[in-house]
């Protein structure tokens, strides 16, 4: 008997384990999706993040034993608490983020499954601590043996093939996520953009502004290049580029901008110490932007041939080629260069 309980625990040690380094991958997978622009990459990053969302639950009958033997839980003490709340939100997360794979950028009750999916895995890192502080699974050595390593190929086997049955499902059924774009993203408003959400990053809000007195300023090394008026910008804005919005919240669209190169509102010789663009929006919220980048920003003022709308950034909001939609600055109020490296900021915003 005691040779067959210590098979238990460290088989149960073992899936707790597996169960902790598989949550950390699909919490730090889902963040980097957030921040990944370009189609490979993020292909990459999303299909890492949904086969250890699915992976996890491949994992939940043997963690349901588990749950079962611990004293804990069999007690119904209140120290169990932390593993129940940190398991409701899992489940929670990946039931949203299967939702929005499979039906497309939709609204429930006022609120989309992307943003449900994000909510409770932000909401379930706290528990997370705590149950790992309470209950603490340490790796082995033992861990690296043949068999583990057998063990895991096998989970990643399993979760593979049931990621490819997610895909096979909406194809199958014809289903909206068939037609995601790698970031997970679905279509809405491509060449409509009077269809677009008009969505904020967290607790933004759509500014009111004053055509009249509304003016963009450029400054260089502390100085103030350039200042132009709404009128004074439309007459500039020659410059067009075909991009693709792909915006956090869950959908993108294809749409064709008009506007200004950011490069010709400064001067031609930037001071040799400059490292970074700041776009800083007349609500406060503000981005940083490497130089490099300078020939794919567009300080745009009309979409699809129309003048934006105030929900979507107007007089001026910037395009940035390449990137998700919260670098896409709206309601322009100030562009500055500076000394400081682009990622001298918190990756993503808290404003």
Partial sequence: MGRE???????????????LMLLVLAFGTGWVAFGTGTTTPERIVTVLHGAAGLALVLLVPWKSLIVRRSRAFRS???????????????????????????????TYAGLTPIQVHVGAAVLAVPFAVVHVFRHPQRPR????????????????????AAYLAV???ARGLSLPGQDR????????????????????????TVPEIDLATWRLRVEVAGLQVAELDADALVAMAT?????????????????HWRGVR????????????????VAISVSGYARRLPLRDLPHLLVATH??????????GAPARLVAQGRRGFWWVKWLDRVVVDTQPWWWQPPFPLQ
Avoid: K
């Fill in 76 to 106: 119904a003490s209140w120290r169990a608490a932390d593993g129940v709340a940190l398991g409701l939100l899992v489940a929670i997360s990946l039931l949203a983020g299967v939702v929005h794979v499979l039906g497309g950028f939709r």
């Fill in 239 to 255: 410059d067009e580029m075909e991009v693709v919005l792909d915006c956090t919240g869950g959908w993108y669209a294809d749409q």
């Fill in 141 to 160: 050595r033992t861990d690296l043996s043949r068999r583990t390593l057998l063990r895991a190929l096998g989970l990643g086997g399993g979760a593979a």
């Fill in 262 to 277: 950011l490069d010709r509102l400064l001067p031609a010789s930037l001071p040799p110490d400059a490292r970074s663009v």
């Fill in 167 to 169: 895909e096979g499902v």
């Fill in 5 to 19: 309980g210590g098979v238990r625990r460290r088989a149960g040690r073992r899936t707790n384990v597996a169960l």
């Fill in 303 to 312: 979409v699809a041939d129309r003048p934006l709308s105030i929900g979507h």
């Fill in 181 to 204: 774009r790698a970031t997970g993203s679905h279509e809405v408003g491509s060449n409509r953009p009077q269809a677009m959400p008009v969505t904020q990053w967290a607790l933004d």
